[in-house]
């Protein structure tokens, strides 16, 4: 049966993948429980808080971050020109500091009328019961930015139990170039 577990995985994709409207754009990673679509990439992490040592579920907020940057840029690049909606961004977590959680995320995206108000990157700074380390963060981006472009941060987000994040947006250099 474990040999047959990507096989089903990919039958599974395979027929709900493909099962979109035309009109709507949707990337699904199964492994993270990731979905994306033009309103929303929203997904559920369910596990391990720590694993030897390394904060195994905040990693999920790593591969939401990554999915809405891959979501924004297919948006934008389908003329469906779009930022995350920050204050409407749903971040809960159940179980903290009981060796299991489970990390729901909702980010939702907003509709910008030209391509140059449109935010195609994204990234977080944040962890469990501690503050973000946001300065740092602010550097390391900088590399990043257009001329004369800046980021654009979230107010901190903090769950019930102390998961703190504040979630960063940006023009990708590349995929928005000529709005410089």
Known sequence: MKHLMPLILFVFCFINCNQVKKEEITQTSLENKITCTKTECQGTYVGKEFINGDDIAHQFSNQMSEAVGDQLKTLFKSSDYSKVNFKNIIMTTVGMGSGEVTYHLSIPFMTVRTECEAYT???????????????QRKVQLQDVLLPGEHLDISNLKV????LQEYWIQWKHKVVQAECE
Not at 159 to 162: I, L, V, W
């Open 159 to 162: 769950t019930a139990e102390g």
């Open 121 to 135: 990157s994204f990234d977080h700074v944040g962890g469990w019961n501690h503050a973000p380390a946001l300065s």
